[in-house]
């Protein structure tokens, strides 16, 4: 799986918007961007993923650049519940294999 | 979505006793299971893969007669920690594949284990 790269942190007043980037500069053909987040003494929760188009369901948006070296997540409306590590996983969907996490970004949502 | 739990959601323990954590997928079969730690402060680290019916495939740096890794059915597996001691206290976490995506991972909500 391709390397991601993400700040360590992050703040966001409640209610605004809260864009979390990712590089992933050797990413290949056919891998595709994921994005979880885990909240303090919990699993994972998936969040979203796209290949090249930007992506958008009821959690987040994906913006994915044309050359596919970067990306980013929106979260349109952050609340305090969004506090959380956010991890950009870059893979081969469907692959059968393990999550590589990195490091993520802390994402701290303030009132 | 697909479900995964995990029991206990907490377990404190005296060193040398074991512990088993289990990992179940409610409403999908599971074909593969994955077995996560991760310590204070730090990301999720591999242990182990395993198939519903087959040896598990342990990480490098995991020993396999410590954490004994079961996948007996295709919505049960579960991780023994034998012979416990303080510094395996740590979050476990196990994901399930096998549900709606097919190869597509759902968490489960981890175990807390401390060891005294």
């Known amino acids: 799986d391709a390397k991601t790269t993400q700040p360590t942190s992050m703040d966001c007043a409640e209610g605004r918007a809260a864009n979390l980037p990712c590089n992933h500069s050797?990413?290949?053909?056919?891998?595709?961007v994921y994005w979880y987040r885990q909240i303090h003494s919990q699993g994972p929760q998936y969040i979203i993923h796209?290949?090249?188009n930007n992506e958008t369901n009821e959690m987040a948006s994906l913006i994915i650049t044309e050359d596919r070296k970067s990306s980013t997540l929106i979260l349109p409306h952050a609340t305090l519940r969004d506090t959380a590590v956010y991890y950009c996983i870059v893979r081969v969907a469907d692959s059968g294999y393990a999550l590589n996490f990195g490091k993520g970004t802390s994402l701290l949502v303030t009132p | 979505g697909a479900v995964v739990s995990q029991h206990p959601s907490r377990v404190i323990c005296k060193s040398g006793t074991s512990v088993k954590i289990e990992c179940r997928s409610l409403?999908?079969?599971?074909?593969?299971m994955f077995w996560y730690r991760q310590f204070p402060k730090q990301s999720l680290m591999l242990m182990a893969t395993s198939n519903e019916g087959s040896k598990a495939t342990y990480e490098q740096g995991v020993e396999k007669d410590k954490f004994l890794i079961n996948h007996a059915s295709l919505t049960l597996s579960t991780l023994t920690v034998t012979s416990a001691h303080p510094e395996d206290s740590s979050f476990y976490i196990c994901s399930a594949s096998g549900g709606p995506g097919r190869n597509e991972q759902f968490f489960g909500p981890g175990t807390r284990l401390t060891v005294l």
């Open positions: 050797t990413i290949s053909g056919n891998e595709y």
């Open positions: 409403d999908f079969q599971a074909t593969t």
């Open positions: 796209g290949l090249k």
